[in-house]
Structures are given as C-alpha cells and as structure tokens.
C-alpha cells in the first residue's frame, strides 16, 4: 500500500463526504467533449432514419434530452456541483457501419470547476433516449464507449484521448 497517497478530495479529514471547495480556483474558460454509441439491429437503424419509430422523431428528443440532463448534472450525480450558465451541445449521427447512432457532447463554462461530468451525463442521456424511444423495436441495443474524449481549461490544463 502506498504511504505517500494524497488526501481524498470529496473526504473531510473524519473521512465524510464533503463538496470540494472550489471558491479560492482561478475562473478560465473550460471545455469538455464527451462521446459514446448505442448499437442496434439494422431494422431499427432504418426506422430511425425513415423517421418511423412508434415515439417520434428519435434523435431530437434525444439532443433535448442529452442537453436537458447536462445542466442538471449536479443534482444527479452526489458532490458534483451545479455549473449554471454551462453551454450544452449534442450531436447525434446515424452510423450504417455500427448499426447504430454516435453522439458527441460538449460543455463549456467560464468558472471554477470543469464540465467533464456535465458533457459525459448529456451523451449518456442522449443514449440512453435512443434506446427509450426505440425500444419497442429492439430491445437488444447496446450502449457502448461512452468516455471523454478531451477537456481544457483549469489547474490541470488540457488533456485528449490519444486512441
């Protein structure tokens, strides 16, 4: 076991949760891009596409509902803060090659802490309103890979996934 290991950050020092305090951070300009698919049978795939599934029109419920659940990240997910102000945005593909769709989130905010949380929780959302509103078709579909790809902004700087 390692002896040098630093402090938890969301612990007190009695080892209760706690929100890290972020008022002393310097306010920069961070961005976030999250990515993540939902693979599915090429039938449902097609319905999708024609734009005839038994809910409606898939992927822009899906954009609402990937953006809707980015700003409420903080009240989802316990000891994130709640980043008000933080810009959205969710792009959906068709991919024939999967079968399936591909989204793209991104969050950015000028403030004291990052938006990785906020752009992963809009692509998983949006993922997870694909699988809602096709589900009666198939019920088989796979989300898979949701991960973020790059951020930037704060202390620690920028970072991109290299795979």
Known sequence: ????????????????????????????LRTAMAEGVIRMERGTYEAIRD???PKGEVLQVARLAGIQAGKKTG????LCHLLPGASLTVD???DPGLPGVRVRSTATL????????????????ALLTVYDMAKSLD???????IRLVSKSGGRSGSWERED
């Open 1 to 28: 076991m390692e002896t040098n290991a630093k402090p938890l950050s969301h612990l007190d020092a009695r080892g209760n949760p706690r929100m890290v305090d972020v008022s002393e951070k310097e306010e920069t």
């Open 51 to 53: 734009g005839e599934t």
């Open 75 to 78: 009240d989802l997910i316990p």
């Open 92 to 94: 959906l593909d068709l």
């Open 110 to 125: 000028k403030g004291q802490t990052g938006v990785e949380m906020e752009a992963l929780t809009a692509s998983a959302v």
């Open 139 to 145: 019920r088989g579909m796979v989300l898979e890979g």
